[in-house]
């Protein structure tokens, strides 16, 4: 049994969509679980009715949902034909679930009215590719994942009750593969015990594809992208980024750690704990070789880059000049965790704190004005921060030239430069 996991690139049209269905055909001999994304710009675009409808502008957020409803729908119609009307029936009882929820008014948080909006997505895209799927004769099974992985109510952010999805896998998906060659479901999403939707962080569906592969067990999973394999830099960014055809568990793990997009940093850990091989591949040509992810060792990587823009550097200084270690530390620890915001690099000085954080607005200025009872604050923003795994001196001259360097740390294997 293998686990595919495709993203939105990979259908965000017509002939994408039948393209996956092909690449899923020609496996047929193999039991698939397959876990697919939203569609394209569709979380996107669900986004914006949850901004809308949280600034209580309920007539903007039902006229943008009905965009996404029509975009879906004529989607639909170019892949149906026989099962054209249970498929439509299907996504609107889905479309139903949010215009009901739109028609009230917020009044709980933001997050939560996140999750119940934008789960959506994933619902709508994994129904037509499996009316899609079963209008080509493919033997296929639709499961809401909501019913099998079940989350804590940390909206945006749920984590994973393991044993309780793990008993589900084993009561509800095993049984189905006596019966059907296909397993298909959504990623990114689950669901409370209250039965409220849940996200497990954005690219969660990789995790999904992790979580589904730990507990069947899978003898592998498959990545599918609109790239060649992983690569040491963003292509859109560096035309030289080169292709890694082998990378470590570890080295993954370190990528997703400094902000690389490639791999969802929750994915390795259950891969790694079972053995299960992690491969990417490309859906655009599947006979390319691809990168194989594993507990192998591999030396001599190239430089690997991680870019993030919108960076936002808080220094906390000691109001009174004492020294800002121990129980100031432990105060504003307590703040980040409260907020729910994690610093991608941070230095003590004898009387300060610096760290860097990715811009939400948010969140950011709510941690200002709460660190400020203790600390005085300074704040900047739009910062870039530069992170080179296997560095050399060149890489690191030639992507810092002409830039203001305002923050540097170094290790033996990685440095990180926050610049302006």
């Known amino acids: 049994m293998k686990v595919y996991k495709f993203g939105g690139a990979s259908i965000n049209t017509i002939d994408r969509i039948k393209n996956v269905a092909a690449i899923i055909n020609a496996d047929k001999k ?10 394209g710009k569709t979380t996107n675009a669900l986004e914006a009715v949850v901004n809308a409808f949280f600034e209580g502008k309920k007539e903007e957020a039902l006229q943008l949902f009905e965009q996404v409803k029509d975009t879906h729908l004529n989607t639909l119609k170019y892949l149906t034909t026989l ?33 119940q909006v934008v789960c959506c997505g994933e619902l709508f895209s994994t129904a037509i590719v499996a009316w899609h799927l079963k209008e080509n004769g493919m033997d296929v099974a639709w499961i809401d994942v909501r019913d099998i992985v079940r989350t804590d109510n940390n909206f945006r952010d749920a984590g994973v009750d393991w044993a309780f999805t793990q008993k589900a896998i084993q009561q509800q998906i095993k049984p189905l593969f006596d019966k059907h060659d296909v ?67 570890t080295e993954v793990i370190e990528m997703a750690y400094y902000g690389a997009q490639v791999i969802h940093p929750k994915t390795i850990k259950p ?37 993030k823009e919108k960076q936002v550097l808080m220094q906390f200084r000691s109001k009174d000049f004492s020294f800002v270690e121990d129980k100031p530390v432990d105060d504003l620890h307590h703040i980040l965790r409260e907020i729910k915001v994690k610093p991608n690099l941070s230095q003590n000085t004898a009387i300060s704190l610096l760290c860097c954080f990715d811009e939400h607005a948010e969140k950011t200025d709510q941690l200002a004005l709460a660190a400020s009872e203790i600390f005085d604050v300074e704040v900047e923003r739009n910062l870039t921060l530069l992170t080179i795994r296997h560095y050399d001196e060149d890489t690191i001259t030639r992507l810092t030239q002409d830039k203001v360097i305002v923050l540097k740390q170094k290790t033996p294997t990685t440095v990180q430069v926050l610049m302006r």
């Open 183 to 249: 397993v298909l479901t959504q990623g990114f999403i689950g669901a409370t015990d209250d039965n409220e939707s849940t996200t497990l962080g954005r690219e969660g569906s990789d995790y999904s594809g992790a979580i589904f592969a730990n507990l069947l067990p899978a003898e592998s999973v498959t990545i599918w992208k609109d790239v060649e394999s992983v690569m040491n830099a963003d292509p859109k960014k560096f035309p030289e980024a080169v292709n890694m055809h082998h990378l470590s568990y």
């Open 83 to 115: 099962q054209w009307q249970p498929a439509t029936e299907q996504l609107k009882d889905f479309f139903t679930e949010i215009e009901w929820l739109l028609h009230d008014k917020p009044v709980r948080n933001y997050d939560y009215y996140y999750d």
């Open 271 to 307: 891969l790694q704990n079972k053995g299960i091989p992690l491969y990417v591949k490309s859906f655009i040509d599947p006979a390319l070789q691809g990168t194989v992810i594993s507990n192998d060792h591999v030396k001599n990587l190239p430089p690997i880059i991680v870019v």
């Open 30 to 39: 193999e039991k698939l679980l397959v876990i697919i994304s939203a569609m």
